[in-house]
């Protein structure tokens, strides 16, 4: 483990203490305007500095609005130690770093700094834009991209970060040719002396009192010590986890690994350009490339043009896929091999040796593995495919690092158990030795809004449910004008909506996947009379206050597709320890998605709304009660006219 540098301590004993920040004419209401004690939020803090103190594991539910970012922020930073904190998403982790962090070492008189430290292909690689400025071929618009790229490099940035690159998207292309990537920087033996950002990132992460980063970056730390390949991040005396619930999934994302066609045609653009570069004679190099890439055009050929997710053993009864995929790595080799004996050449071929013989190395072992805990699939659609090898139990792993690394560790969300229990999320990450404790949100549902039930709802299976629930919620979305998300749990069920509702609804149709989902909300928040349609993504990390937001819709509950490879491999495997797969597993995750999403409409202790939720299983089958009882505590009413005075502006009614 990579051990933390000098950092910017303070003695425990010189800070003040939890009350006389957080109490009564404490520090935070001297000095935060409209700051206001609450007993769950001191409760939940005083938990926390108890688990820093003795060194243990806690559990922390913790409902919207409890306050739980000052909560487990104030005792890891008045304990002196070295904090990692890592989220799920951006917008916390710039809240954090930009505004909680340096307020609240300031209230405190404390001396600490945080740093917010992301993945290596978040920054620049000053080496890597040289190189793609001088030697590669680009389209006119490409090169434009470059043009910024290096002004902003030269001109404006001191961390690297594309965050502050707003000219060029995100996810744009180019970037990757721009970015810090590992293999590269392995071949150029990068350093800060270089004029590379990320050692000095790296650095700063080690001076830093508290660390920020994501589940995903941890996670590859957690992988890397797993395989014994070294560490990403500096070692930490206390680990806290917001947003938690999502961990375990990303957890099963870098204990596995997945090798898309998109990365392998990248591979392949990639090397033609490199032989021009480096090795112009060798030709051969590129019509192996080439080779490959009429391979993996065949292969995608087999899998058909449907969305389609594959288990081993359907793919395994596909004798035009297995005769191809042979081919593939055939090919792939003879490319690989090449390209070890010319990696000298240059500091691109360099890299893409290391890049190939993974990437080979991976599709081998998903051609191969047999390990009862592993699941191989594969994800199909229209010319794209993604091979998948993911574990089905992350526990033995996860207990394994958090042993080793010792100190004190908290997982906190709004959304961690099932009616108050734990022991799904605790067994999943093998966490069994944990205390956990549970506080309400402090928002008053009675009076705020009402789950709105309609009856005679038919079963989701019914051709026509999509087009019934859209009737049953046309009155409140009349009432409400708009200012709601229509929550889904399917991309087909969005789209049978979409397609309804743009001959009927008068306002704006805001879908998902049509705009960047800033820009939805962007204008969710600022257009009239807005509709939202999303899945799974809108279920969570999605915050909008006030009257923008007065309606929620629920399609289904959200089980997991029965069919599809990972479901079918976990119930599987519960079933051979003896557990019922759907009791056990799906049961409790669409439960928390439930809650999820349920915890969309009510943000603020000012807001109110309705909460409808349609699928009539939640009242005809016996394990919707278990899901009912885990939803914050609104009144439940049957019926539409029950609903409308809740989406009112007048606010008498309440």
Avoid at 12 to 26: C, I, N, R, Y
Avoid at 110 to 118: A, E
Avoid at 157 to 180: F, H, M, Y
Wanted: aromatic fraction near 8%.
């Amino acid at each position: 483990m990579v051990k933390a540098g000098k950092t910017d301590k303070h003695s425990a004993k010189d800070a003040p203490s939890l009350l006389e920040v957080m109490g009564d004419q404490g520090l935070l209401s001297q000095q935060v305007p409209g700051y206001a004690p609450r007993q769950a939020q001191i409760e939940m803090a005083q938990e926390v500095a108890q688990a820093i103190a003795q060194a243990e594991t806690l559990l922390a539910e913790a409902g919207t609005g409890t306050g739980k970012t000052f909560a487990y922020l104030l005792p890891a930073l008045l304990s002196g130690k070295k904090v990692l904190v890592s989220t799920a998403t951006k917008t916390l982790q710039e809240q954090l770093v930009q505004k909680d962090l340096p307020m609240l070492f300031k209230v405190c008189g404390l001396k600490g700094k945080p740093h917010l430290l992301k993945g290596r292909e978040n920054y620049v690689c000053p080496q890597r834009l040289e190189i793609s400025q001088t030697v590669e071929q680009h389209s006119k618009e490409n090169w434009k991209k470059l043009a910024r790229i290096r002004e902003w490099l030269d001109e404006k940035t001191l961390t690297g970060d594309r965050a502050e690159l707003t000219s060029v998207g995100e996810n744009d292309p180019i970037w990757q040719k721009t970015c810090a990537r590992l293999e590269f920087c392995q071949a150029a033996e990068c350093s800060s002396e270089l004029g590379c950002f990320y050692p000095e990132q790296k650095l700063k992460a080690q001076e830093a009192q508290v660390l920020v980063v994501n589940h995903h970056l941890f996670c590859a730390d957690l992988a890397l010590r797993e395989q014994g390949f070294g560490e990403l991040l500096p070692q930490a005396e206390i680990y806290i986890f917001d947003e938690a619930h999502q961990l375990p999934d990303i957890a099963a994302q870098f204990l596995g690994f997945s090798l898309s066609r998109a990365q392998l045609d990248e591979l392949i653009r990639d090397l033609v350009a490199a032989q021009k570069a480096e090795a112009v004679e060798s030709q051969n190099l590129s019509d192996q490339a080439q080779l490959l890439a009429e391979q993996l055009k065949l292969l995608s050929e087999t899998l058909g043009k449907w969305e389609k997710r594959w288990t081993w053993e359907q793919l395994e009864a596909e004798a035009a896929f297995q005769v191809q995929l042979k081919r593939v790595i055939q090919s792939f080799t003879q490319l690989n091999d090449s390209l070890k004996k010319m990696a000298e050449r240059g500091k691109q071929l360099s890299a893409l040796s290391k890049r190939s013989k993974n990437f080979l190395e991976q599709l081998e072992t998903w051609r191969n593995e047999t390990h009862e805990n592993q699941i191989r699939w594969l994800e199909s659609s229209m010319g794209r495919f993604r091979f998948c090898l993911t574990p089905l139990n992350v526990s033995a792993p996860f207990s394994r690092q958090r042993e080793a690394l010792g100190g004190a560790w908290l997982f906190t969300s709004a959304t961690l158990s099932v009616k108050h229990n734990f022991d799904y999320f605790a067994k999943r990450l093998g966490l069994g030795d944990a205390k956990t404790s549970h506080w309400l949100s402090p928002f008053d549902y009675g009076k705020q809004g009402v789950i709105y039930h309609p009856i005679g709802l038919p079963d989701p299976k019914d051709s026509r449910y999509i087009k019934i629930c859209l009737r049953a919620a046309w009155p409140l979305l009349k009432a409400s004008k708009g200012h709601a998300f229509l929550l889904f749990t399917s991309h087909r069920a969005l789209q049978e909506a979409k397609e309804i509702l743009e001959t009927h609804w008068q306002g704006s149709l805001l879908v998902q996947g049509e705009q960047p989902k800033s820009t939805l909300l962007e204008r969710f928040r600022q257009e009239p009379e807005p509709i939202l349609l999303g899945t799974s993504s809108f279920w969570e990390g999605v915050d909008v206050k006030g009257d923008a937001l007065k309606l929620v819709v629920i399609d289904r509950i959200p089980f997991a597709p029965p069919d599809d490879p990972l479901v079918r491999a976990r119930e599987e495997y519960l079933k051979e320890k003896g557990l019922n797969g759907f009791v056990h597993f799906q049961l409790p995750e669409a439960v928390i998605a439930m809650k999820q999403g349920s915890g969309r409409l009510i943000r603020d202790s000012a807001d109110r709304g309705v909460l409808m939720l349609c699928d009539p299983r939640l009242s005809n089958k016996s394990y919707g009660k278990t899901i009912r009882e885990s939803l914050p505590p609104f009144p439940w009413v049957y019926r539409a006219e029950d609903a409308l005075p809740l989406l009112s502006l007048d606010e008498e009614i309440l």
